[in-house]
């Protein structure tokens, strides 16, 4: 049996739900930058590289996002005081409040994307993507000879 290319499919979906969000959240802020969001609150502070790895963004384009939701009020920017040259970043009130937002879109996306999925189903999928989100950490460990 011949299957179409994963890759085609995740970056079919991918895109999808770019636009999804995007129509339905109705505030100037992209899916990119809502990302940074989830991962923060209020209470407690992240260093500014450690928040641009776990979204899987080099630490340029993790700058240039933080500099705008710093800039629009949604989160605070701190010298670390162990580290002068890194950042710690959290959530402002007003950035509590747009992650409340943002999640609530993502997760009526999540659900229409799961729409009749059993249970099973659901974790059978969350498991399967999570073999490839470690294969694919795999292949970028590898030698760049190997990987060819």
Do not use: C
Request: proline share 3%; no cysteine; charged share 30%.
């Amino acid at each position: 049996m011949k299957y179409e290319r994963v890759t085609k499919k995740i970056g079919y979906l991918y895109w999808s739900n770019r636009t999804l969000f995007t129509k339905l959240f109705p505030h100037p802020l992209g899916p990119g930058q809502a990302a940074f969001l989830i991962y923060l609150t209020e209470d407690t502070e992240v260093r500014q590289e450690t928040l641009a790895s776990m979204i899987g963004v080099d630490k340029a384009i993790g700058t240039r996002v933080i500099r705008k939701l710093n800039e629009a009020g949604y989160i605070r920017r701190r010298r670390d005081p162990e580290n002068y040259r890194a950042y710690l970043i959290s959530l402002t009130e007003e950035g509590n409040e747009m992650k409340d937002a943002i999640l609530e879109v993502s997760n009526f996306i999540d659900e229409s994307l799961l729409n009749g999925f059993t249970d099973e189903e659901r974790d059978m999928m969350h498991n399967l993507l999570d073999r490839m989100i470690v294969n694919i950490g795999q292949i970028f460990s590898l030698d760049p000879e190997e990987a060819a």
